[in-house]
């Protein structure tokens, strides 16, 4: 940070302070609203009006194993209306055409765009829309769920977020979201964070949502399954330009809390649309491309497919 207390990424200074636009208040978004307003931080919250007007009344109440019970007050409202310092998008994949509509262009112009989606293929949608140089790729893990507008579960007992691109990029925002209590990373390389999050998450969302089970019965009950399936994804991520280890996302997975499910499992049991394509799809395709067989992934994908 500068002596005048704003950091500094190319041509676009960022607050120490800054004024945060989370596009999607749900798991994700409102619990790091609700970190970074809490952190001294002013967050404008974009959703549709039945979730918004909650929190412009009550705010986000957050319930976490690692922060514990607190309180934030944010804005919201159903469109961007100015500009922003920096913008979260951390609505579904399935939901993200007709969301973007709530950030018109004009008020993220020198803004940076982060996107905490699941997958590898949003990037160009967020690209075409505010430019190459205003999207900072990246990934987040955390078991965080919304049970009501405004409250938030936060089960797993980590938040952890990597960004990519270059430092003097990606750099300010990590030490931006670790004052706000967020685990934060800046790596080079975005093939790297991308495809080692989805070689990660994808083993985790298909077998959790294919057998309608938390991580701690697919980890003993269906182990070879598992390993099976993490060596394919794993294969396919290297391939893309990952750099995941096996054992070292099995030994990840056996450190969750057993009763941990994954955002695709909460979607499938509340008949939400299931990000498949973005985490399965996109999966099925690079390995096509690369020539690698994944039969375990093929044969989820179209199980849960036809479900």
């Keep these: 940070m500068s002596e005048s207390g704003r950091f500094t990424v190319e041509s676009v200074p960022i607050p120490a302070r800054s004024t945060v636009a989370v596009l999607g208040p749900g798991g994700v978004g409102g619990l790091l609203a609700a970190l970074l307003s809490r952190a001294g931080h002013r967050v404008i919250c974009l959703a549709r009006e039945e979730t918004a007007a909650p929190l412009r009344q009550n705010g986000i109440h957050v319930r976490s194993r690692q922060f514990g019970d607190f309180a934030a007050a944010v804005e919201a409202d159903g469109t961007l209306r100015e500009p922003v310092d920096l ?180 979607d499938a049991e509340a008949g939400r649309p299931l990000e498949l394509d973005a985490i399965g799809g996109a999966l099925l395709r690079a390995a096509e491309r690369h020539g690698i067989p994944v039969p375990l992934t093929t044969r989820l994908v179209a199980e849960l497919a036809t479900a």
């Design 87 to 266: 913008c979260l998008v951390t609505v579904k994949n399935t939901a993200l055409d007709a969301a973007l509509d709530r950030v018109p262009p004009q008020w993220a112009a020198n803004a940076l765009v982060v996107p905490l989606l699941n997958g590898v293929e949003h990037t160009r949608t967020l690209r075409a829309r505010y430019g190459d140089e205003r999207v900072v790729p990246a990934v987040v893990r955390v078991e965080s769920t919304r049970t009501a507008p405004g409250v938030i579960e936060h089960g797993s007992p980590f938040v952890e977020i990597d960004l990519a691109g270059p430092p003097e990029r990606s750099a300010p925002l990590a030490d931006l979201l670790t004052g706000a209590g967020v685990t934060a990373r800046a790596l080079p390389d975005e093939d790297e964070v991308l495809w080692g999050k989805l070689a990660f998450l994808a083993p985790f969302a298909l077998l959790t949502t294919r057998h309608r089970r938390p991580i701690g019965t697919i980890r003993s009950e269906r182990r070879d399954e598992l390993t099976a399936l993490v060596a394919e994804t794993a294969a396919v991520g290297r391939a893309c330009g990952g750099r995941t280890v096996a054992a070292e996302v099995l030994a990840r997975y056996d450190a969750f809390p057993a009763d941990s499910r994954s955002s695709m499992q909460r």
